[in-house]
């Protein structure tokens, strides 16, 4: 693999897109190893899209867009904009409970990253926000979209690592809302030093916050039914997603009444053009990761991690940091992708739950999407917020900060993961 590993690393250099990249060191481990037929680069990609698992994650995909467009969004915008419009810098106190609050509706945080700073970065500038400090808020809290179900990145990192699903999407409930906790108490500190003064003197009235509560319920109750449903075994996870596209056709068709046949065929184009990328991705994937497997990779990572320490706290903080470097370089699908598989058995070994590390693992590596050269919400959002790259990632430190700080405390406290899902599912065996 060591081939392919360079031929991967001068084309990310090169510019080329992640998935061509993948494909092309894949294939060029198979041209420098005769023994291997070339039939199997085609069935590992074929392989790889034909996964019953894998499905939720297109499904999931065309349900986010479903909402977006039939105004659940904009309901959950004016939930966030009542419990927030008292504190410091309140248009990015909305980011932070928004992105909470759409983590069961988009499940993808470059969608969130965009999103946000299209709907809310005008408003920012217009209440004299720094440019570069409302890109970073918008792409950092999107991170939060990590751990809130239904995460792409945990149903990758499940069906990969073979994690129950469920019991990852129980694990992300309180890490996520911890890393809103952290990020608005970041928000208000930095916000109240260049004076971003609060849209509101007092706290919103209870009729008002039970009043938008109820207007954004239908959104507020997708993620309960999801892990109550694959709790009772109604339904698995793929078919979680098909029920999800379901419901956001009945909520916006029947109940907001503002899905028509436009706004359905915008959504099919958008959801195209977002499932291609990620599928993509995935079936280029495969090739890749039979090399993985083919060299025994993943055994000679694992000893030589283990021949480090066989501590499981220390064991955690090397990978945290080996995650940290990784997502800088690497696109986060791939990361999880290639490294769950390598990572996984290592820390089990050690005792750690794959839930637990699931959850760290999907954070970090998520981390990566607003950290140069290669994150892409970071582009994104520094993008239309009409800013350098180099202002957003000067002005994130403190929301970095917060975040590493939640990651700490995950770590340290694997209970704060896994509580619910030993709730709900029963103690892992």
Request: include cysteine; glycine fraction near 8%; charged fraction near 10%.
């Amino acid at each position: 693999m060591g081939v392919a590993a360079i031929v991967f690393a001068v084309l990310l250099l090169l510019g080329m897109p992640v998935a061509f990249a993948i494909g092309i060191s894949g294939l060029s481990f198979f041209m420098a190893t005769d023994s291997l037929p070339y039939t199997i680069v085609v069935q590992k990609v074929l392989a790889t899209t034909q996964s019953f698992t894998m499905l939720a994650i297109p499904l999931f995909i065309f349900a986010g867009n479903l909402m977006n467009n039939t105004g659940i969004t904009k309901r959950l915008m004016k939930l966030a904009d009542v419990l927030t419009g008292h504190m410091h810098g309140n248009i990015a106190q909305i980011s932070c409970v928004l992105s909470t609050l759409m983590g069961g509706v988009s499940g993808s945080a470059n969608a969130d990253a965009a999103m946000e700073s299209r709907i809310l970065g005008p408003e920012m500038t217009k209440r004299g926000y720094s440019k570069g400090w409302s890109a970073a808020i918008n792409g950092l809290s999107s991170l939060i979209v990590a751990t809130i179900p239904p995460s792409m990145g945990l149903i990758i990192y499940g069906s990969v690592g073979e994690v129950s699903i469920g019991r990852l999407f129980a694990g992300g409930l309180v890490p996520g809302f911890l890393m809103m906790i952290a990020l608005m108490i970041a928000v208000d500190i930095s916000a109240r030093r260049k004076q971003y003064l609060p849209d509101k003197k007092e706290h919103a009235s209870f009729s008002e916050i039970i009043k938008a509560l109820i207007d954004g319920i239908w959104a507020l109750l997708f993620p309960v039914l999801l892990i109550v449903f694959i709790r009772f075994g109604i339904m698995t996870p793929s078919e979680s997603g098909a029920f999800a596209a379901v419901y956001a056709i009945f909520v916006g068709k029947v109940i907001y009444k503002e899905l028509t046949w436009d706004v359905f065929y915008k959504t099919l184009k958008d959801s195209t053009k977002d499932i291609a990328v990620v599928t993509l991705i995935l079936a280029m994937s495969g090739v890749f990761g039979y090399g993985i497997v083919y060299d025994r990779v993943p055994q000679v990572i694992a000893s030589g991690l283990m021949s480090i320490t066989s501590n499981p706290l220390l064991m955690l903080l090397i990978i945290i940091a080996l995650l940290t470097i990784s997502g800088m370089f690497v696109e986060t699908t791939v990361v999880a992708l290639l490294l769950t598989p390598i990572l996984l058995p290592v820390v089990t070994s050690l005792g750690i739950d794959p839930v637990h590390f699931g959850i760290i693992m999907m954070t970090v590596t998520t981390m990566g999407i607003m950290t140069p050269p290669v994150g892409i919400a970071l582009y994104t959002t520094s993008t239309i917020m009409e800013c350098s790259p180099e202002e957003t990632a000067k002005e994130s430190m403190p929301f970095f900060i917060a975040i590493f700080a939640v990651v700490a405390i995950i770590t340290l406290f694997p209970q704060v993961s896994l509580f619910i899902p030993n709730l709900i599912f029963g103690p892992a065996m």
